[in-house]
């Protein structure tokens, strides 16, 4: 059989710079936001996306470094059959995840609970459709036992190995850092009141930034907890700043008084 080539369409952003400590899987990511970039000359192709509440991302696991057809996944010790995981160390390595679609802007999907590395190319899109895809009366095999491990259990290295800065893994304390926007999930509520549901989303995400460059700051420290505390004082400090800050709602009919 001929070999099969694709041209990427577009390339997926998230703030996961690496592969460990990401969410196994978009059910499981809930909060985590991201951007598809759709390649200006596809961009024609994403006419009529916007009615959709989720979508199919269909993508390239880039930062894969070995194939193998057994591996162990990440909720269980045993070795399993690559095709009765969903690991991405596949001899074909695409990744499926369906996330949320906030909003289209021109060829820029917002999307939220993704469980994809920055920079990932994108190969398609499809709508989720209940009635199409999703099923009732399954089995889930090997995983029955550990299903239940979903939510808790964040990608390690057993993949690929991962950079280790000064003996501290500051890509996972970023990301864990960022994470923190999200357990609160009435601030991002509250951001959108305060500032429409397009500026609220946008300050989120500019938030997230921010809070990512700062851990650079107490790298020094060269201590996870210790990073983690001062973190948490920042965070706190920040979402404090933010919401007491005097911005009005664009789109908020009421006016303030005075
Ligand atoms: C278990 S896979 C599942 C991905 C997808 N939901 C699926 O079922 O095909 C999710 C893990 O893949 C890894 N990953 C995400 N994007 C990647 C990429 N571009 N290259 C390599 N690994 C990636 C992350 O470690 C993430 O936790």
């Known amino acids: ?73 990440f909720m269980d010790d045993e070795v399993r059959g690559i095709f009765s995981i969903r690991g991405p160390s596949r001899p074909n390595p695409i990744g499926i995840s369906i996330v949320r679609l ?40 090997w995983l029955e036992k550990h299903i239940h491990k979903l939510s808790k259990t964040k990608s390690d290295n057993r993949f690929q190995k991962g950079e280790i800065v000064m003996g501290i893994d500051l890509e996972m304390i970023k990301q864990m850092s960022a994470e923190r926007l999200c357990e609160d999930e009435g601030f991002l509520s509250e951001l959108r009141e305060k500032l429409g549901d397009e500026g609220g989303q946008k300050k989120f995400l500019e938030l997230e930034n921010i809070i990512i460059e700062k851990v650079d700051d107490f790298k020094h420290l060269n201590d996870h907890d210790k990073i983690m ?29 005075g």
């Open 102 to 141: 906030e909003k289209v802007v021109e060829n820029i999907l917002y999307i939220m609970d993704l469980d994809i590395v920055d920079e990932t190319p994108l190969l398609d899109i499809k709508p989720y459709v209940p009635e199409f895809d999703a099923r009732k009366d399954v089995k889930i095999g």
């Open 229 to 257: 505390e001062e973190m948490g004082i920042f965070i706190r400090k920040l979402k404090d700043d933010i919401l007491s800050e005097d911005i009005d709602n664009p789109n908020s009919s009421q006016k303030k008084p």
């Open 1 to 73: 059989m001929k070999n099969i080539q694709f041209t990427p369409i577009g390339v997926i952003h998230s703030f996961f710079k690496k592969t460990e400590g990401v969410p196994i899987q978009a059910s499981a990511a809930k909060g985590t936001s991201g951007t598809v970039e759709v390649f200006q000359k596809y961009a024609e192709g994403l006419k009529d996306l916007d009615g959709f509440s989720h979508i199919i991302l269909i993508y390239y696991f880039h930062r894969v470094k070995k194939v193998s057809l057994k591996a162990k996944p």
